[in-house]
Protein backbone atom coordinates (compact mmCIF):
# COMPACT_ATOMS: atom_id res chain seq x y z
CA UNK A 1 0.00 0.00 0.00
CA UNK A 2 2.38 2.31 1.03
CA UNK A 3 6.46 1.67 0.64
CA UNK A 4 8.16 5.31 0.68
CA UNK A 5 8.94 6.58 4.13
CA UNK A 6 9.62 10.38 4.94
CA UNK A 7 12.18 10.99 7.36
CA UNK A 8 11.27 14.82 8.09
CA UNK A 9 8.23 17.01 7.83
CA UNK A 10 9.38 19.55 4.81
CA UNK A 11 8.36 23.27 4.95
CA UNK A 12 7.87 23.36 1.39
CA UNK A 13 4.81 20.81 2.00
CA UNK A 14 3.25 22.16 4.49
CA UNK A 15 3.97 26.04 4.09
CA UNK A 16 0.87 27.01 2.33
CA UNK A 17 -1.43 24.77 4.02
CA UNK A 18 -0.56 26.07 7.60
CA UNK A 19 -2.06 29.07 6.14
CA UNK A 20 -5.06 27.88 5.37
CA UNK A 21 -8.00 29.03 7.47
CA UNK A 22 -10.48 26.50 8.95
CA UNK A 23 -13.49 27.00 6.94
CA UNK A 24 -16.52 28.67 9.11
CA UNK A 25 -20.35 27.40 8.46
CA UNK A 26 -22.10 29.88 6.45
CA UNK A 27 -25.83 28.98 7.73
CA UNK A 28 -26.87 30.79 4.56
CA UNK A 29 -25.32 27.96 2.41
CA UNK A 30 -27.51 25.03 4.20
CA UNK A 31 -30.10 23.40 1.86
CA UNK A 32 -33.30 22.85 3.68
CA UNK A 33 -35.82 20.53 2.26
CA UNK A 34 -39.23 20.71 2.04
CA UNK A 35 -39.95 18.49 5.02
CA UNK A 36 -37.58 20.12 7.72
CA UNK A 37 -39.24 23.37 6.93
CA UNK A 38 -42.55 22.49 7.63
CA UNK A 39 -41.44 20.60 10.72
CA UNK A 40 -39.90 23.67 12.19
CA UNK A 41 -43.24 25.71 11.60
CA UNK A 42 -45.32 23.27 13.09
CA UNK A 43 -42.64 22.93 16.31
CA UNK A 44 -43.11 27.26 16.14
CA UNK A 45 -46.87 27.32 15.66
CA UNK A 46 -47.40 24.36 18.82
CA UNK A 47 -44.81 25.83 20.81
CA UNK A 48 -42.97 22.66 20.91
CA UNK A 49 -38.85 21.52 21.02
CA UNK A 50 -38.05 20.18 17.66
CA UNK A 51 -36.50 16.90 18.08
CA UNK A 52 -34.13 16.43 15.13
CA UNK A 53 -32.58 12.66 14.58
CA UNK A 54 -30.46 11.07 11.82
CA UNK A 55 -27.16 9.69 11.10
CA UNK A 56 -24.54 11.69 12.32
CA UNK A 57 -23.16 14.60 9.64
CA UNK A 58 -26.73 15.09 8.13
CA UNK A 59 -26.82 18.37 9.31
CA UNK A 60 -29.00 17.94 12.16
CA UNK A 61 -26.54 20.72 14.31
CA UNK A 62 -26.58 23.39 11.68
CA UNK A 63 -30.32 23.63 11.02
CA UNK A 64 -30.30 25.71 14.70
CA UNK A 65 -27.05 27.96 12.85
CA UNK A 66 -29.51 28.29 9.92
CA UNK A 67 -32.72 29.25 11.78
CA UNK A 68 -30.90 31.62 13.74
CA UNK A 69 -29.10 33.55 11.18
CA UNK A 70 -32.55 33.42 9.18
CA UNK A 71 -35.00 34.65 12.07
CA UNK A 72 -32.65 37.35 13.16
CA UNK A 73 -32.49 38.55 9.45
CA UNK A 74 -36.10 38.38 8.40
CA UNK A 75 -37.12 39.65 11.92
CA UNK A 76 -34.32 41.94 13.30
CA UNK A 77 -33.97 43.14 16.32
CA UNK A 78 -36.00 40.15 17.40
CA UNK A 79 -33.75 37.29 17.94
CA UNK A 80 -30.06 36.47 18.63
CA UNK A 81 -28.38 35.91 15.13
CA UNK A 82 -26.46 32.50 16.62
CA UNK A 83 -27.98 29.44 18.58
CA UNK A 84 -26.99 28.94 22.36
CA UNK A 85 -26.27 25.85 22.37
CA UNK A 86 -25.67 22.85 24.99
CA UNK A 87 -23.02 20.43 24.05
CA UNK A 88 -25.02 17.22 26.35
CA UNK A 89 -22.52 14.85 28.22
CA UNK A 90 -22.67 11.30 29.30
CA UNK A 91 -22.82 13.06 33.11
CA UNK A 92 -25.51 15.54 32.10
CA UNK A 93 -27.85 16.62 34.58
CA UNK A 94 -31.32 18.29 33.70
CA UNK A 95 -30.42 21.13 35.68
CA UNK A 96 -26.86 22.21 34.15
CA UNK A 97 -28.67 22.60 30.63
CA UNK A 98 -30.28 26.12 32.59
CA UNK A 99 -27.00 26.41 35.09
CA UNK A 100 -24.23 24.90 36.73
CA UNK A 101 -22.91 25.71 40.33
CA UNK A 102 -19.25 26.45 41.07
CA UNK A 103 -19.73 24.47 44.14
CA UNK A 104 -15.80 23.96 44.73
CA UNK A 105 -15.21 27.65 43.80
CA UNK A 106 -17.56 28.64 46.30
CA UNK A 107 -15.83 26.58 49.22
CA UNK A 108 -12.43 27.29 47.99
CA UNK A 109 -13.51 31.39 48.09
CA UNK A 110 -15.52 30.49 51.69
CA UNK A 111 -12.44 29.03 53.29
CA UNK A 112 -9.08 30.77 51.77
CA UNK A 113 -10.18 34.12 51.01
CA UNK A 114 -11.01 36.92 53.48
CA UNK A 115 -14.04 38.37 51.78
CA UNK A 116 -16.48 35.44 50.98
CA UNK A 117 -18.71 35.54 48.22
CA UNK A 118 -22.42 34.60 47.83
CA UNK A 119 -23.63 31.84 46.13
CA UNK A 120 -24.87 33.62 43.53
CA UNK A 121 -21.44 34.58 41.96
CA UNK A 122 -20.57 30.90 41.45
CA UNK A 123 -24.06 30.26 39.66
CA UNK A 124 -22.96 30.02 35.61
CA UNK A 125 -25.77 30.26 33.13
CA UNK A 126 -26.25 27.70 31.08
CA UNK A 127 -28.28 27.80 27.23
CA UNK A 128 -31.66 27.54 28.15
CA UNK A 129 -30.88 29.37 31.26
CA UNK A 130 -29.57 32.19 29.03
CA UNK A 131 -32.39 32.00 26.89
CA UNK A 132 -34.82 32.39 29.60
CA UNK A 133 -33.01 35.76 30.77
CA UNK A 134 -32.69 37.16 27.43
CA UNK A 135 -36.72 36.66 26.95
CA UNK A 136 -37.80 38.45 30.29
CA UNK A 137 -36.72 41.92 30.45
CA UNK A 138 -37.82 41.92 34.35
CA UNK A 139 -35.07 39.59 34.73
CA UNK A 140 -32.05 41.78 32.66
CA UNK A 141 -33.37 44.64 34.69
CA UNK A 142 -32.25 42.70 38.17
CA UNK A 143 -29.51 40.32 36.42
CA UNK A 144 -27.60 38.36 39.86
CA UNK A 145 -25.63 36.29 37.92
CA UNK A 146 -22.38 37.44 36.51
CA UNK A 147 -22.40 34.65 34.04
CA UNK A 148 -23.53 35.50 30.27
CA UNK A 149 -20.54 34.28 28.44
CA UNK A 150 -20.38 32.54 25.35
CA UNK A 151 -17.45 33.99 23.63
CA UNK A 152 -15.81 36.25 20.56
CA UNK A 153 -17.79 38.12 18.25
CA UNK A 154 -21.02 36.37 19.95
CA UNK A 155 -20.54 38.05 22.89
CA UNK A 156 -20.50 41.79 21.86
CA UNK A 157 -24.45 40.76 20.72
CA UNK A 158 -25.52 39.35 23.93
CA UNK A 159 -23.49 42.36 26.30
CA UNK A 160 -25.31 44.89 24.53
CA UNK A 161 -28.74 43.30 24.99
CA UNK A 162 -27.50 42.51 28.58
CA UNK A 163 -26.44 46.47 28.81
CA UNK A 164 -29.90 47.93 27.34
CA UNK A 165 -32.05 45.53 29.76
CA UNK A 166 -33.46 45.03 26.23
CA UNK A 167 -35.44 41.48 25.91
CA UNK A 168 -35.20 39.28 22.72
CA UNK A 169 -35.65 35.59 21.49
CA UNK A 170 -33.45 32.69 20.91
CA UNK A 171 -32.43 29.64 19.43
CA UNK A 172 -31.70 27.15 21.79
CA UNK A 173 -29.81 24.21 20.36
CA UNK A 174 -29.72 20.94 22.72
CA UNK A 175 -27.46 18.25 21.12
CA UNK A 176 -27.21 14.92 21.06
CA UNK A 177 -29.40 14.62 23.85
CA UNK A 178 -29.04 10.43 23.51
CA UNK A 179 -25.82 10.88 25.28
CA UNK A 180 -27.11 11.68 28.58
CA UNK A 181 -28.79 9.62 31.43
CA UNK A 182 -31.99 8.36 31.06
CA UNK A 183 -33.07 10.64 34.29
CA UNK A 184 -31.57 13.78 31.83
CA UNK A 185 -35.18 14.01 29.77
CA UNK A 186 -37.35 12.31 32.34
CA UNK A 187 -36.25 15.65 34.32
CA UNK A 188 -36.77 18.04 31.72
CA UNK A 189 -40.63 16.85 31.10
CA UNK A 190 -41.53 20.03 32.96
CA UNK A 191 -39.09 22.67 32.40
CA UNK A 192 -39.66 22.12 28.85
CA UNK A 193 -43.51 22.76 29.11
CA UNK A 194 -43.06 25.66 31.59
CA UNK A 195 -39.55 27.16 30.69
CA UNK A 196 -39.18 27.84 33.45
CA UNK A 197 -36.66 26.78 36.32
CA UNK A 198 -35.37 26.94 39.76
CA UNK A 199 -31.61 27.63 41.38
CA UNK A 200 -31.79 25.74 44.93
CA UNK A 201 -28.19 27.46 45.72
CA UNK A 202 -29.51 30.87 45.39
CA UNK A 203 -32.16 30.35 47.84
CA UNK A 204 -34.32 28.12 45.60
CA UNK A 205 -35.07 31.22 43.03
CA UNK A 206 -37.20 30.69 40.30
CA UNK A 207 -36.80 32.26 36.55
CA UNK A 208 -39.55 31.60 33.80
CA UNK A 209 -39.83 32.74 30.16
CA UNK A 210 -40.29 36.16 29.60
CA UNK A 211 -42.71 37.93 25.86
CA UNK A 212 -39.99 36.52 23.36
CA UNK A 213 -39.78 33.33 21.71
CA UNK A 214 -37.29 30.75 22.30
CA UNK A 215 -37.24 28.43 19.98
CA UNK A 216 -35.89 25.23 20.98
CA UNK A 217 -33.99 21.82 18.61
CA UNK A 218 -32.74 19.04 20.17
CA UNK A 219 -30.75 16.41 18.39
CA UNK A 220 -30.36 12.94 18.65
CA UNK A 221 -28.05 10.38 16.76
CA UNK A 222 -30.96 7.58 17.53
CA UNK A 223 -28.33 5.47 18.93
CA UNK A 224 -30.51 4.60 21.72
CA UNK A 225 -34.60 4.88 22.92
CA UNK A 226 -35.68 8.10 24.39
CA UNK A 227 -38.55 7.67 26.58
CA UNK A 228 -41.97 8.24 25.72
CA UNK A 229 -43.29 11.19 27.98
CA UNK A 230 -40.54 13.02 26.50
CA UNK A 231 -41.28 12.34 23.20
CA UNK A 232 -45.06 13.40 23.71
CA UNK A 233 -44.00 17.20 24.59
CA UNK A 234 -41.61 17.45 21.14
CA UNK A 235 -42.78 17.64 17.83
CA UNK A 236 -40.54 14.66 15.84
CA UNK A 237 -38.55 14.84 12.31
CA UNK A 238 -35.92 12.79 10.90
CA UNK A 239 -33.57 13.77 8.65
CA UNK A 240 -32.70 10.96 5.63
CA UNK A 241 -29.74 11.06 4.29
CA UNK A 242 -30.50 13.44 1.15
CA UNK A 243 -30.54 12.21 -2.25
CA UNK A 244 -28.17 12.72 -5.26
CA UNK A 245 -29.76 15.99 -6.46
CA UNK A 246 -29.54 17.90 -2.21
CA UNK A 247 -26.53 16.23 -1.99
CA UNK A 248 -24.98 18.00 -4.97
CA UNK A 249 -26.82 21.41 -4.32
CA UNK A 250 -25.22 20.88 -0.41
CA UNK A 251 -21.58 20.52 -2.14
CA UNK A 252 -22.07 23.30 -4.87
CA UNK A 253 -23.14 25.66 -1.74
CA UNK A 254 -20.85 24.64 1.00
CA UNK A 255 -17.46 23.82 -0.83
CA UNK A 256 -17.90 26.04 -4.21
CA UNK A 257 -19.64 28.96 -2.85
CA UNK A 258 -22.56 28.08 -5.36
CA UNK A 259 -20.77 27.86 -8.52
CA UNK A 260 -21.56 24.78 -10.26
CA UNK A 261 -19.05 22.43 -11.65
CA UNK A 262 -19.77 19.69 -14.23
CA UNK A 263 -16.47 18.07 -13.17
CA UNK A 264 -17.77 17.98 -9.41
CA UNK A 265 -20.39 14.99 -10.81
CA UNK A 266 -17.78 12.05 -11.28
CA UNK A 267 -16.85 12.86 -7.10
CA UNK A 268 -20.07 12.42 -6.15
CA UNK A 269 -20.78 9.26 -8.39
CA UNK A 270 -17.81 8.03 -7.21
CA UNK A 271 -18.63 8.47 -3.68
CA UNK A 272 -21.78 6.95 -4.14
CA UNK A 273 -20.32 4.43 -6.27
CA UNK A 274 -17.84 4.06 -2.74
CA UNK A 275 -20.50 4.38 -0.27
CA UNK A 276 -22.57 1.57 -1.87
CA UNK A 277 -19.22 -0.83 -2.23
CA UNK A 278 -20.55 -3.48 -4.66
CA UNK A 279 -23.14 -4.60 -1.68
CA UNK A 280 -20.81 -5.14 0.92
CA UNK A 281 -21.62 -3.54 3.97
CA UNK A 282 -18.62 -0.76 5.44
CA UNK A 283 -17.83 -0.51 8.99
CA UNK A 284 -19.15 3.31 8.88
CA UNK A 285 -20.44 4.68 6.23
CA UNK A 286 -19.38 8.13 4.90
CA UNK A 287 -21.63 10.99 6.11
CA UNK A 288 -22.68 14.41 4.02
CA UNK A 289 -20.34 16.14 6.30
CA UNK A 290 -17.20 13.53 5.49
CA UNK A 291 -18.13 13.90 1.94
CA UNK A 292 -18.05 17.90 2.21
CA UNK A 293 -15.09 17.85 4.03
CA UNK A 294 -13.33 15.05 1.02
CA UNK A 295 -14.32 17.46 -1.88
CA UNK A 296 -12.25 20.63 0.20
CA UNK A 297 -9.35 18.45 0.19
CA UNK A 298 -9.52 17.71 -3.28
CA UNK A 299 -10.79 21.33 -4.10
CA UNK A 300 -7.55 22.49 -6.40
CA UNK A 301 -8.41 19.48 -8.73
CA UNK A 302 -11.89 19.71 -9.04
CA UNK A 303 -12.05 23.38 -10.48
CA UNK A 304 -8.92 22.57 -12.27
CA UNK A 305 -11.26 19.92 -14.03
CA UNK A 306 -9.56 17.12 -13.11
CA UNK A 307 -12.47 14.09 -13.32
CA UNK A 308 -11.91 11.63 -10.45
CA UNK A 309 -10.44 8.67 -12.34
CA UNK A 310 -7.53 10.67 -13.77
CA UNK A 311 -7.29 12.12 -10.38
CA UNK A 312 -6.84 8.57 -9.18
CA UNK A 313 -4.00 7.17 -11.86
CA UNK A 314 -2.30 10.53 -12.44
CA UNK A 315 -2.25 11.62 -8.64
CA UNK A 316 -2.58 8.63 -6.58
CA UNK A 317 -1.38 9.54 -3.99
CA UNK A 318 -3.29 12.27 -3.40
CA UNK A 319 -6.14 10.44 -4.00
CA UNK A 320 -5.47 8.08 -1.07
CA UNK A 321 -4.56 10.69 1.35
CA UNK A 322 -7.84 11.87 0.57
CA UNK A 323 -9.63 9.06 1.77
CA UNK A 324 -8.81 9.75 5.33
CA UNK A 325 -11.07 12.57 5.26
CA UNK A 326 -14.03 10.22 4.18
CA UNK A 327 -13.54 7.03 5.65
CA UNK A 328 -13.15 6.61 9.71
CA UNK A 329 -11.95 2.77 9.86
CA UNK A 330 -8.93 1.05 8.34
CA UNK A 331 -10.35 -1.71 6.46
CA UNK A 332 -12.79 0.86 4.75
CA UNK A 333 -9.91 3.04 3.64
CA UNK A 334 -7.77 -0.49 2.21
CA UNK A 335 -10.71 -1.40 0.25
CA UNK A 336 -10.37 2.08 -2.01
CA UNK A 337 -6.35 2.70 -2.02
CA UNK A 338 -5.53 2.81 -5.46
CA UNK A 339 -1.91 0.90 -6.16
CA UNK A 340 0.18 1.84 -8.78
Known amino acids: MFNKYEREFRRED ?3 L ?3 SKPIPNPTNYIIESGLYNAVKVAIMLKMPLLLSGKPGTGKTRLAEKLA ?23 SASSDLFYIYDALGHFHASH ?5 KESKDYILLQALGQAIFLSNVQLLKDIRYDSMKIGEIQQNILDKNIKEKKSIGSVVLIDEVDKAPRDFVNDLLNELDRLEFYVKEDENRKYNIGDKNILILI ?4 EKNLPEAFLRRCIFYHIEEPSEYIL ?12 PNNTIDTYIDEFERMK ?22 LKDYIEKGVEIQNLKWEATSIF ?11 EDQKKFYVSR
Request: glycine share 4%; aromatic share 14%; net charge neutral.
Open 320 to 330: NASLSALFKHS
Open 276 to 297: KNEGETLKKEPSTAELVNWLRY
Open 112 to 116: FQTKG
Open 14 to 16: FED
Open 219 to 222: TSNS
Open 18 to 20: LNI
Open 69 to 91: ADFSSQFPESYLPFPLIFNTKTN
Open 248 to 259: RKIVVEQVFNGI
